[in-house]
């Protein structure tokens, strides 16, 4: 079945500096990549997706991209603010619209 | 919050009673799903609907069964709670709008097993 990685498990850096986060996904059906935002005792929130047909897609300050001969799918995050400090979530799936998620990756913003 | 919402949102119970988990959408989604989370695997996938009565399996599906009599309510059963069920439960719903496909969650059920 799918399988998708998630990298690095931990993430520290200072305030106005960029982040990036990386996955791989193993069903080259996959058509579907959500990236959702965990804060402390809340439910994920979906921050930013993108389908198949398109290779990067902007909202602001965060930016996801895709390569689909290699697999694997970007989060980036520009001038981090502490406030994104949370647990970051990759998803993948095919049109069976069932979702694999990564393991997260937990986000810290030094001010 | 897409209209979702989870009972209990805390329950502590003993090994082997049975537990049943509630979610409810106001807005008659025809996809409905139960995610456990625990700590480093992410969400995983427990079973979904697909509506009234029509459910399949997720990746971890042993020891639960779902059941969903109305488009509103998914229910998630623990026939005989054990320690390793001790997790956060998250309902989700698929939202279709535009040709896309979302979803989004309820604010989840904390379950200790002890």
């Known amino acids: 079945g799918e399988n998708v990685e998630q990298h690095p498990s931990t993430l520290s850096v200072q305030e106005g500096d960029s982040a990036v986060i990386k996955c791989t996904y193993s069903?080259?059906?996959?058509?579907?990549f959500p990236w959702y935002k965990q804060e402390l005792g809340k439910r994920p929130q979906l921050i930013i997706d993108?389908?198949?047909?398109?290779g990067e897609k902007k909202d602001q300050r965060i930016a996801v991209t895709l390569n689909k001969t290699a697999k694997h799918f970007s989060l980036h995050i520009t001038e981090t603010q502490p406030e994104d400090s949370a647990v970051y979530f990759c998803?993948?799936?095919?049109?069976?619209?069932?979702?694999?998620f990564g393991q997260g990756t937990t986000l810290q913003v030094k001010p | 919050d897409a209209g979702i919402t989870q009972s209990p949102r805390h329950k502590v119970t003993e090994t082997g009673t049975p537990v049943t988990l509630r979610c409810h959408q106001t807005?008659?989604?025809?996809?409905m799903y139960w995610y456990r989370q625990d700590p480093g695997h992410g969400l995983r996938l427990i079973h979904y609907?697909?509506?009234?009565?029509?459910?399949d399996k997720g990746e971890v599906s042993d020891g639960y069964s779902v059941s969903r009599s109305k488009t509103e309510d998914f229910l998630l059963t623990l026939e005989s709670a054990t320690s390793s069920q001790t997790s956060v439960y998250f309902c989700?719903?698929?939202?279709?709008?535009?040709?896309?496909?979302?979803?989004?969650f309820g604010p989840g059920t904390r379950l200790t097993v002890l």
């Open positions: 993108i389908r198949s047909n398109v």
């Open positions: 989700a719903i698929s939202v279709v709008a535009g040709g896309t496909d979302t979803q989004y």
């Open positions: 998803a993948a799936s095919s049109n069976t619209g069932k979702l694999i």
């Open positions: 807005e008659n989604h025809r996809y």
């Open positions: 069903d080259s059906a996959s058509n579907y």
């Open positions: 609907s697909y509506g009234v009565k029509d459910t």
